[in-house]
């Protein structure tokens, strides 16, 4: 089948499963407009009716200290440089309160791996956390961070895991993924790790009852066949735990930012143009990714990197959430994005001119009560077009 037979199969009442050479096939042949209409087609099919979701959650960087030394990332300090840093556990649970006092409902708490802090250091922030804040969902601490606390206290990860849970924290967060194929993977971030080290902590996590999501890096001068190896990967594990555990309550993708990191100066050369994302490149991504996915439910948008109107165009590419407020972000605005902030009524209005109805969320994608905020001229600013 040429790629125009295989997207109408995907409009079928019951398509059929998306194989990984059909979706590389629709990935670099389709057009993008009937690729962004069929994604949505999947998207009603999978998310029926008119709602979108968003997230009032707040990021948490409690500290920059990393031994990884990601080539791409321009947050991290080496641990003794002069401007690495830990948070005290008072200054964390100020911020959570400031979220709080604006109705949230989760922490997204992630850092470096920092060899000088002990599980137990870990242990005692969660567990005051959860004892101060019993209302703030706690998603920390990505599968890398995993890995790093485990081999700092020779532990297993399963049983760091454990101990975290056990102490009150919710989630898992889906970062440092970036690309699943070790080629690309192990040249950014040759410290990180093989791609399977992810996928069995998240194997892990999912086993033990804490939310997951999954996320995806691109822009890494990788190929479309790479990227949906990518998600060839997560949607494995997904068929392997969501027969009896939560599995990825979602699937997160956004182009690397390389305005002021090692990987982008390393590459100004001739193939710099190659690296990062564009907005149709971008759109094209989410539209994959939501026909791919036939078996986890959420897609959300991202405003961080590609900036609101883009994120609008991502809900009618597939996308049935756009994420949420952040209120602080570190990581991402250290790489040159200028907006990593959103308030409430500013994802409701993009939710609105989208033609959706806006529904506040918690992590694991319960409705929760809504209060209009936007005002009656939310359809003055179209969206753009690409």
Known sequence: ?????????????????????????????????????VA???????????????????????????????????????????????????????????????GGSRILMQGGVNPDLELNWYIELISRLHEE????????????????IAEICQLSTREVLLSLRNAGMHGLPGGGAEMLVD??????SPKKGTSNNWIRVMREAQELGLTTSATNVIGFGESASDRVMHMDLIRNLQDETSSSYEGFTSFISWPVQLQNNVFGSRNKGSNRTELGATSSEYLRHVAVSRIFFDNIKHIQASWPTM???????????????????????NVVSASGTNKTMATEMELQKIIFRSGFKPRKRDSDYNLLKTTTLVQSDVYANPPMQI
Request: glycine share 4%; with cysteine.
């Open 1 to 37: 089948m040429n790629c125009n037979d295989i997207l109408s199969t995907q409009l079928l009442e019951n398509p059929p499963r998306i194989s990984v050479s059909e979706a590389i096939d629709i990935y670099e042949n389709a057009n993008l407009n009937d690729l962004m209409y």
């Open 40 to 102: 949505s087609m999947a998207r009603k099919r999978i998310v029926p009716g008119n709602e979108v979701t968003y997230l009032v959650d707040r990021n948490i960087n409690y500290t920059n200290a990393c031994t990884i030394n990601c080539q791409f990332c321009s947050f991290y300090r080496p641990p003794n440089h002069s401007e690495a840093y830990t948070q005290s556990y008072d200054e964390i649970s100020k911020r959570v309160s400031e979220l709080e006092d604006i």
């Open 133 to 148: 804040h019993p209302n703030i969902d706690l998603d920390c601490f990505s599968p890398i961070e995993i890995e790093g």
């Open 183 to 188: 080629t690309v993977r192990l040249d950014v």
């Open 307 to 329: 900036g609101m109107q883009v994120a609008q165009l991502a809900l009618s590419a597939g996308a049935d959430d756009a994420g949420s407020t952040m209120m602080e972000e």
